[in-house]
């Protein structure tokens, strides 16, 4: 399926984790994340955390 997770900003107002818990949860689900240019992470910190012990999944940046 060519899914992807929309990029969006400031995510952590909705939860504490923010980008990282949404590329985690994307990762799992096999659906790869567009990162938003105006994320709280950076694209480095998203690929190192978010994905640990999980499936790598594509990752995009919104530029």
Do not use: C
């Not at 949860?25 to 096999?30: C, K, L, N, T």
């Not at 950076?42 to 790598?56: D, G, L, R």
């Amino acid at each position: 399926m060519p899914l992807l997770i929309a990029p969006m900003a400031f995510q952590p107002l909705a939860h504490q984790d923010g980008e990282l818990a949404t590329a985690r949860g994307g990762s799992i689900a096999g659906i790869g994340m567009v990162l938003s240019t105006m994320a709280t992470y950076s694209i480095e910190h998203v690929a190192a955390k978010s994905y640990e012990n999980t499936p790598a999944s594509p990752q995009w940046f919104q530029l």
